[in-house]
Nanobody, 124 residues
């Protein structure tokens, strides 16, 4: 059974860079055909796909966030990381990492496995 666990700061100041890490157990981030995604849900709103990194290391980003996003991976630690720069209070949300096929990448966010999520608040 694949398990995903998000980690990172719960509070970030405006204009800073948010960095979150997803640690994967029970499966390899280089396993063929999988997409490893970041999704967020702001308070009172629906889920929003942020971006994905594939088993081969290719990145796919939401067009609305692309200029501020970087997703990378550390295969030796079986982790992948989200960096979101120049954050504002509008970036306050529960952030979750997830795993699935190609449908886990994009607005459908139809993922098979999910982390429990971590609350990130942007405030001075």
């Amino acid at each position: 059974q694949v398990q995903l666990q998000e980690s990172g700061p719960g509070l970030v100041k405006p204009s800073q860079t948010l960095s979150l890490t997803c640690t994967v157990s029970g499966g390899s981030i280089t396993a063929n055909s999988y997409y490893w995604s970041w999704i967020r849900q702001p308070p009172g709103k629906g889920m929003e796909w942020i971006g994905s990194i594939t088993y081969s290391g290719n990145g796919y980003y939401s067009p609305s966030l692309k200029s501020r996003i970087s997703i990378s991976r550390d295969t030796s630690k079986n982790q992948f990381t989200l960096q979101l720069s120049s954050v504002t209070p509008e970036d306050t949300a529960v952030y979750r990492c997830a795993l699935g096929g190609s449908s886990c990448s994009g607005s459908r966010v139809a993922c098979s496995y999910w982390g429990q999520g971590t609350q990130v608040t942007v405030s001075s």
